[in-house]
């Protein structure tokens, strides 16, 4: 909403929501959205409620800003992040334990956060130019705990951990020929990186790292021509390369891939497709 500032808060079984919207200034068209959560079954844990042994928890925070311009065309900057974690713990009373799991501690835990900018301009009146460029992370992490009867007496067993981080890039031109046909060039440029930890300690110690490390790069090229005002058809050429290292090797590899596509409307609520790629 670019007009007037709005707040909303809710609570349900999910979580505790609030959120608001608005204009920065009655001068400018640039506006804000960000929604916070907190969850439900989090808060019943802090005040005592057993789900079973398990505490679930949760909040996360999003938030999207639009900045148009008169020239330089409409920025947008867009994040979220959030932590959840799983506490699973154990009865003490070993007589009750009926699986596995009865007889540990497990504790999960999560982060993750993505951010972002986009950029959409146009360049004349038939060409029109889209960027989208984010990075995001993630980070996971379990413990498991083998439970004597007693909770100092508790050794853990095995734990993993994942971390995954990624940088990506998509920009693309759009250029209508005339009202019937559209050229569509641009490219997909991502980086990403990988590791993950797996570690048991007993019967013995044994730590099991593992790393992946890469590129891929993305560029495309499409067009699409209404050939009647119920048949419209697509050919385009995508290919792809790719760059990825782990702790043993590396490899390379590329492909083109040619694509093609005709849609026909025969109602209003009908239509028939064919695809190749």
Same mark, same amino acid.
């Given at each position: 909403?670019?007009?007037?500032?709005?707040?909303?808060?809710?609570?349900?079984?999910?979580?505790?929501?609030?959120?608001?919207?608005?204009?920065?200034?009655?001068?400018?068209?640039?506006?804000?959205?960000?929604?916070?959560?907190?969850?439900?079954?989090?808060?019943?844990?802090?005040?005592?409620?057993?789900?079973?042994?398990?505490?679930?928890?949760?909040?996360?925070?999003?938030?999207?800003?639009?900045?148009?311009?008169?020239?330089?065309?409409?920025?947008?900057?867009?994040?979220?992040?959030? +932590?959840?974690?799983?506490?699973?713990?154990?009865? =003490?009373? !070993?007589?009750?334990? %009926? *699986?596995?799991?009865?007889?540990?501690? @497990?504790?999960?835990?999560?982060?993750?956060?993505?951010?972002?900018?986009?950029?959409?301009?146009?360049?004349?009146?038939?060409?029109?130019?889209?960027?989208? +460029?984010?990075?995001?992370?993630?980070?996971?992490? =379990?413990? !498991?705990?083998?439970? %004597? *009867?007693?909770?100092?007496?508790?050794? @853990?067993?095995?734990?993993?951990?994942?971390?995954?981080?990624?940088?990506?890039?998509?920009?693309?031109?759009?250029?209508?020929?005339?009202?019937?046909?559209?050229?569509?060039?641009?490219?997909?440029?991502?980086?990403?990186?990988?590791?993950?930890?797996? *570690?048991?300690?007993?019967?013995?110690y044994w730590r099991s790292p593992g790393v992946l490390d890469g590129w891929l790069f993305q560029p495309y090229l499409n067009w699409t021509s209404h050939l009647t005002d119920r048949i419209t058809m697509e050919v385009g050429l995508h290919s792809m390369f790719s760059k990825v290292k782990?702790?043993?090797e590396e490899s390379k590899s590329f492909n083109l891939e040619p694509r093609a596509a005709i849609k026909m409307q025969l109602a209003n609520s009908q239509q028939l497709s064919f695809s190749y790629g």
């Open positions: 909403n670019d007009e007037k500032n709005e707040y909303t808060a809710q609570i349900g079984l999910i979580g505790i929501d609030v959120a608001a919207e608005g204009p920065f200034s009655k001068k400018s068209k640039a506006s804000y959205l960000a929604n916070y959560r907190y969850s439900f079954t989090g808060l019943l844990s802090s005040m005592g409620v057993d789900f079973g042994g398990e505490a679930n928890k949760y909040q996360d925070l999003s938030f999207n800003i639009n900045l148009p311009t008169k020239k330089a065309g409409t920025f947008t900057v867009f994040g979220m992040g959030g +932590i959840s974690s799983n506490v699973f713990t154990a009865d =003490r009373d !070993s007589t009750v334990w %009926e *699986v596995e799991k009865d007889g540990k501690d @497990i504790i999960f835990k999560n982060k993750m956060g993505a951010g972002g900018i986009t950029h959409a301009v146009s360049l004349g009146s038939k060409t029109a130019w889209n960027t989208t +460029i984010v990075a995001s992370g993630l980070k996971t992490t =379990r413990e !498991s705990y083998d439970v %004597e *009867v007693a909770q100092e007496n508790r050794n @853990i067993m095995d734990s993993d951990e994942v971390i995954k981080s990624r940088i990506s890039l998509s920009t693309g031109f759009t250029y209508r020929i005339n009202a019937k046909n559209r050229l569509k060039l641009g490219a997909y440029v991502t980086k990403q990186h990988d590791e993950m930890v797996k *570690v048991y300690y007993v019967p013995f782990d702790h043993r």
